[in-house]
């Protein structure tokens, strides 16, 4: 019987990230988490803060993927449209969470401080659960398959390394990483060889250079160990042959 | 009459970024350029090298965008199969480029050391023109409106470089960037109706966390210099009554 395999899709909402003004550092942190965790990260996608981008983003992920992961756009500030938007997605109502309404409330101690603005923080997609956020306190949320992190990676990282542990996941794929020193060309074809007689191995081969001279990353993935360990040996032996 | 605005996508293909193994350094790259030339980044999408992927990414992009760059995929080895995916969603063959081939042939110096697989970075989609790369010498193509460039950043970035002054392009959005001591929460209310009052300006509002106390950066950007420099005045009055 073969094993389910969890898929996984982010979407990063943030004119800032098109405009170049912003960094992303959320796109690496969320890919290393899920493949260390047994959950296959599919596809990203970096869209503007336009609520019909998000709409079919959702609409288009939500099915295809067994998780969905969105950061970004949901602060107090009027650019902040990802709930609202969300909610469209699904079809239902971006409606008052008390649960978060109760944290903004402690953590602003009266409700006065809670202006109209900061009142959004509170709204979610109706049916949603919190994602609890210890570093700003305002949190996230899960609506269905949806989890509805922050943007700013400190606060996006809590909420994740919090939900990440109640996720259901499959086996992990092991990894072997090789420094050939030479050119990928130099081995290419008789890499080619080795990757078809291993099925069950995925072997990608990454260039790099330094110092003027052309070397290659090969890496060998596998849920199979016994196929890697022998995977890797035929790799060995081939590079061997040319340094 | 109004200004045509160009929009550009960007499709990061390999399965390495999805993995975490590596951080991509192509999106802000990418992204600031085209920002600093006048032309939108309206999304980024990072796929698998999976041949189905590509094809339905290229032909999604090539329809909405004015130019689409992909990056990734496009080396000596069994796993780069960008240019073979994307001929395939252009509808025709991926035929040796005699212009590439030169390049090679110059390069290696000797017929036989292009084996089969270096020879398959002379290939691209029939009608291809080619984008010249200084770093490693295999060049990118032009297919269309579809830029196919490598993955490897500094040589993507000598690729990119090379064609963005070849590129049609619209008015450059002005920008002038705001640091508001005060958390985003306190000026939301505000902020809004400033945004509000200025439809020509796209204010943008990115919180950050500095010393545990809460900060937010205020982006305001438009095509309009004096309208620009309206918003910014009440963006500082605004700022100044709390701090």
Chains 1, 2 share one sequence.
Do not use: C, W
């Amino acid at each position: 019987m073969k094993e389910r395999i969890y898929l996984a899709g982010l979407i990063i909402i943030g004119n800032e990230i098109l405009s170049g003004r912003t960094e992303d550092k959320n796109i690496a942190y969320i890919a290393n988490s899920l493949s260390k965790s047994g959950i296959r990260l599919n596809e990203v996608r970096v869209i503007a803060d336009i609520e019909e981008e998000i709409i079919l983003a959702i609409n288009n992920f939500r099915d295809r993927f067994d998780y969905v992961f969105t950061t970004g756009g949901i602060g107090p500030t009027h650019d902040d449209i990802t709930t609202q938007s969300i909610a469209k997605a699904f079809g239902v109502e971006n409606v008052l969470n008390q649960d978060a309404y109760k944290i903004l409330l402690d953590y602003y101690g009266d409700r006065k401080k809670i202006n109209e603005s900061r009142m959004r923080m509170a709204y979610a997609p109706e049916g949603s659960e919190l994602i609890y956020n210890n570093i700003s306190k305002a949190p996230g949320f899960k609506k269905e398959n949806v989890f509805i992190l922050a943007g700013v990676p400190k606060i996006m990282r809590s909420m994740f390394d919090a939900i990440l542990p109640t996720l259901k996941k499959g086996r992990i794929l092991n990894s072997i990483e090789i420094n050939a020193k030479v050119p990928e060309g130099v081995i290419a074809p008789e890499l080619t060889k080795i990757q078809e007689k291993y099925h069950e191995i995925e072997i990608g081969s990454y260039p790099y250079y330094e110092n003027d001279s052309a070397g290659t990353i090969l890496v060998l993935r596998s849920i199979n160990k016994e196929a890697l360990k022998n995977g890797e040996i035929e790799v060995l032996n081939l590079i061997k042959r040319f340094t």
